[in-house]
């Protein structure tokens, strides 16, 4: 298969990281949590006392962040200051400060240049919220996944739960998500948007296997036809 990038872009809780995972997987290329960066960034600041909101200090510590992302044992891994924090930004505080910092346009345009430098050189799939309007605007192919606001938080409670994290509540989770909907949506720079592009799956009453294979199976028929058919949805 010729060097692709595949973008998957969509809310809080649709399905994204664990799709990209597994498409990533099955056609062997990379796979690049670019939340994961934002996360980092967001360890980093309160690791630091620094609001995740305060847009010049944040712009001063993005600066000469030693940050790097790593791929062993069939996992990326996220590097802060030489340690590995891949575990450490997968807290609720950390959700919120990552749509905080992503919001800021200095920490994007820092990770944005990361990410095009490995895309550059790669065959990968990327999610996010911008990838395929504003990060990989080019990816030969562009997904945006989606779900109900209680399917997302459902399955983010689960995912919370299943790591040993007790000490929160489902409607907790539904207000993190419906805060950071909000917040990635309206942001000033680089918000969540679907590109015009790009092929909708709707993915409420769908397993993650059957999303897996109706992406596949679209990247599979492309690659035949030479041609993505834009702006389906399925669901």
């Not at 990209?20 to 980092?40: N, Q, S, V």
Request: aromatic residues 6%.
């Amino acid at each position: 298969m010729a060097k692709m990038c595949i973008a998957i872009d969509g809310p809080a809780g649709a399905g994204k990281s664990t799709v990209a995972k597994r498409i990533a997987e099955m056609l062997d290329i990379l796979y690049l949590d670019t939340g994961a960066m934002y996360r980092a960034v967001a360890l980093k600041a309160i690791t630091e006392g620094i609001d995740t909101k305060d847009e010049e200090k944040l712009s001063n510590l993005v600066e000469d962040i030693d940050l790097r992302v790593e791929y062993f044992q069939n996992k990326q891994h996220v590097f802060l200051d030489n340690e590995d924090v891949t575990d450490k930004i997968r807290t609720p505080e950390i959700s919120i400060g990552a749509s905080d910092v992503s919001a800021v346009k200095s920490v994007r345009l820092k990770m944005v240049e990361l990410q095009r430098k490995i895309a550059e050189n790669n065959s990968l799939v990327m999610d996010g919220r911008d990838i395929g309007t504003y990060v990989l605007p080019d990816a030969r192919f562009k997904f945006f996944l989606t779900a109900s606001v209680d399917e997302r938080a459902r399955r983010r409670y689960l995912e919370q739960t299943s790591k040993g994290i007790s000490n929160i509540s489902l409607e907790e989770v539904k207000k993190d998500i419906e805060y950071r909907d909000k917040n990635d949506s309206t942001r000033a720079f680089a918000p969540l948007s679907k590109a015009d592009d790009a092929i909708v799956i709707d993915t409420t009453s769908m397993t993650v296997e059957e999303v897996v294979d109706k992406i596949i199976s679209i990247i599979k028929s492309s690659e035949k036809t030479q041609d993505v058919r834009n702006s389906q949805v399925f669901s």
